[in-house]
């Protein structure tokens, strides 16, 4: 199993969250920001990772009021 099962409800869930503090956001820049945010540890490889691991704070921008 290569884990795309386990892990498209999650990415799903976070790009939910990215178009509810940004609604204008296009496919490219949702799939720029996750993959340019993600990050990889010691103990994976980028063929068996994909673009890594989703930085959910770094991805989702929420409005300066709700940051708090």
């Not at 178009?19 to 103990?43: G, M, V």
């Amino acid at each position: 199993a290569s884990g795309t099962s386990y892990s498209a409800p999650f990415v799903s869930g976070i790009v939910a969250l990215m178009l509810q503090a940004e609604p204008d956001l296009t496919p490219e820049q949702i799939r720029q920001r996750l993959t340019s945010k993600a990050f990889f540890d010691s103990n994976h490889v980028r063929e068996e990772s994909g673009a890594g691991f989703i930085n959910i704070s770094q991805s989702i921008r929420l409005p300066k009021s709700a940051a708090k």
